[in-house]
């Protein structure tokens, strides 16, 4: 069961890196549920899976152009037969805009298992402070 | 049952509030799990109760001495028949130290039900921006 839940993380985390890096808003949110939860490191909040690809897509487009992201999955546990929650850290490299450069990140994903599959019911971000 | 879960959320962020506002690490982590997961502002993760307690304690005896928060809870809904997740607002105000002044912080807060009540098995927080 570990090793599932710990691939359950994997493969999202693989997902949203490739979205990301590809830089593509629907991608990146379609592994989200309709009525998710989003928390980016401004501590601003995003409700809805059709919010957090625009919203993605918007920063894509604007000060993360060209950025690439790199997701580690870092710890994962069950909270109920159909409820996960775990942690990925993501390194971002910025070429330019307010966050130009590298910088470190802390997210807690709490994943659902719907019909056809895990997914992501809340994403929840902060800044890795010190970097 | 959604006024449940909100009451549910609103009784654990006035525990909270209470045990900062009462500089207390012990009583703050009272209403966490066992085996928690805390992301605090800095993207740094605490796991089980009483590091969360000795954390914490810490950090009311040092860099929070004399700061008072206020908590306001800003959404809650059920994942599964024993998983909530809902958000809180924290108001800060710490006299003194690196976040002298007020500051503002959005919590993200996973509940399950144990055998006595809500428990607290996820806080991931971030200080939001621009304030």
Not at 74 to 97: D, E, H, N, T
């Amino acid at each position: 069961m570990q090793v599932d839940q710990q691939q359950t993380l994997a493969r999202i985390a693989a997902d949203l890196e490739q979205a990301w890096n590809a830089a593509d808003g629907e991608a990146f949110a379609r592994r989200f549920t309709e009525d998710a939860d989003f928390v980016n490191i401004r501590g601003e909040h995003f409700r809805t899976r059709p919010v957090i690809a625009a919203g993605h897509q918007a920063i894509f487009d604007s000060i993360y152009r060209g950025s690439v992201v790199r997701y580690e999955p870092a710890g994962v546990r069950l909270l109920s037969s159909s409820v996960l929650v775990g942690q990925i850290r993501g390194k971002l490299r910025a070429p330019s805009g307010p966050l130009a450069g590298e910088h470190d990140a802390l997210a807690t994903l709490v994943l659902v298992e719907e019909g056809d599959g895990w997914r992501i019911a809340v994403f929840h971000n902060t800044l890795v402070a010190g970097k």
